[in-house]
DNA sequence: ACCCAAAGTTTACACTTGTAAACTCAAACG
DNA sequence: CGTTTGAGTTTACAAGTGTAAACTTTGGGT
């Protein structure tokens, strides 16, 4: 078994920020982080991070290194996803989608054609 | 600000056991959870980490302590979705759902009736 | 050729989480 | 009554996270 190391919630944001500009710099990163209330040694430290969890490659060729993700954001969010589904929801889509709709105003019609489509999804 | 308190993942399963289970004893929580591998400490631990989060009351009327959840289940789930869906969705309750459609076999059409319902939602 | 700022590396430190042993005290058993 | 036992309390300890300072090296400017 792998130690399937996972994304924290700031390296998130880190993640995020890659995903939009894959090979950035540092200085790119940090000119857009910063804005996050982190200090420099703070966004160093995330880079690092990910790329210890081998989230994250560098691309030393140039004079400048460049780091690029090497997991894409769907992966990512399907892996957060089914671990947050089995969590909270016992792995249960509909249960999750029920919530979703109670808490927005969905009425008992609306409610009821969103579940029936859910269930076609098959395995909730 | 106050702290808000998180329940972790381990401590969620006590908390299931107890929203299942309301006012029920140590001995019992025990006997329940000790299949998930934990030793008698570990769940102790567990229990008290959730009193001192202010998860879980005790009730020491009688000889025996009883443990009663103070968090519904249900507004820890939104809770804990709503933080889910910011940091991996960017609080898109569209994008989450489209999602889990792309994983599971909806066809083009299922997918689109099912986004139009969740659009109905209102804010996505 | 020399200094500085920025990139990269090392070290730090408190808090949470997973996991659990050790200790204390009272009730139950024999 | 003394001993075992389980409930409750204290202490432990490594890994992960948030947050960051300090140190080192090096390319660019003067």
Redesign the interface.
Known sequence: MKKEKTIS?SE?VVMEYLWENPLATITEIRKALSANGWSDSTIKTLVRRLVSKKAVAINDEEPVFRYKPLLSK?E???K??KS?LN???NGS?SM??T???S????NEK?TA??LS??E????D
């Open positions: 919630e998130w769907n990512c969010r399907l957060e996803t947050f969590r909270v929801y889509v999750l989608v919530n979703l709709a808490e927005s105003n969905l609306e054609e969103l489509l859910i076609k999804m098959g395995k």
